[in-house]
């Protein structure tokens, strides 16, 4: 079975500074990957997601995501963040199940938090 | 309404009442997934429906039954909760259970305390 690793629970950045979320996760055999945010009060929205083809992963609101098969990783970034950006933050993969279903295994989270 | 609604948005009960939470989605979706958020563990998948179907029951106690009389409305009828059971209910769907790389859209959450 799949695991998905976020190290840490909270990451606090300035306004303008890189942002950098790391995911990790275990299979060998390259799964769905997805980064979804979490704005208070609300449900989780798609980031980005890779499925096949091109390694890097643009998604919404200037992230992007890289996809390291040979480091089991799929690390979130942007390059300046935004008071915006304020949320939690969570990385799921996908993975097989017995009978061949699906389901998505999601880490635990990461809040970001953006200083003026 | 548009997206996935979710209702009551908050909800405390007993440990002996019955309640039940709703879920809608409007987006033509055939698969449908309720998910428990405690805090500082990994969001929980707990039922699965596709065409109205329950597909996956991942060990979920018998206090929390599921029901989805079609593929736009999914519910949690909630009985004889624990303390422990106090989280986000999330409901999400997708337009199929298979791949899972389809996009899963989440409703806003039902906040449950349990007294």
């Known amino acids: 079975a799949q695991s998905v690793t976020q190290l840490g629970s909270h990451v606090s950045v300035s306004e303008g500074a890189l942002v950098l979320l790391r995911c990790n996760y275990s299979s060998s055999v390259p799964p769905y990957l997805f980064w979804y945010v979490q704005y208070p009060n609300q449900g989780l929205q798609l980031l980005l997601k890779?499925?096949?083809?091109?390694?890097l992963v643009k998604g919404i609101n200037g992230f992007e995501a890289e996809f390291k098969k040979s480091e089991t990783s799929f690390h979130l970034t942007k390059p300046s963040a935004h008071m915006s950006d304020a949320a939690e933050y969570f990385c799921a993969v996908s993975d097989s199940m017995q009978g061949g279903s699906e389901k998505l295994v999601f880490g635990k989270g990461m809040k970001l938090t953006v200083n003026p | 309404e548009t997206g996935v609604t979710q209702t009551p948005r908050h909800l405390v009960m007993g440990m002996t009442n019955k309640k039940s939470l709703k879920c809608e989605q409007h987006l033509g979706h055939n698969a449908m997934y309720w998910y428990k958020q405690s805090a500082k563990k990994p969001l929980e998948l707990m039922f699965v429906y596709n065409f109205k179907e329950q597909t996956e029951n991942n060990s979920v106690p018998s206090r929390f039954s599921p029901e989805c009389p079609n593929s736009s409305h999914l519910f949690l009828h909630l009985h004889t909760l624990q303390p422990e059971d106090s989280a986000l209910y999330l409901c999400?769907?997708?337009?199929?259970?298979?791949?899972?790389?389809?996009?899963?859209?989440f409703g806003p959450g039902t906040r449950l305390t349990v007294t």
């Open positions: 999400a769907s997708s337009q199929d259970r298979i791949p899972s790389s389809y996009e899963q859209y």
């Open positions: 890779y499925t096949t083809g091109a390694t």
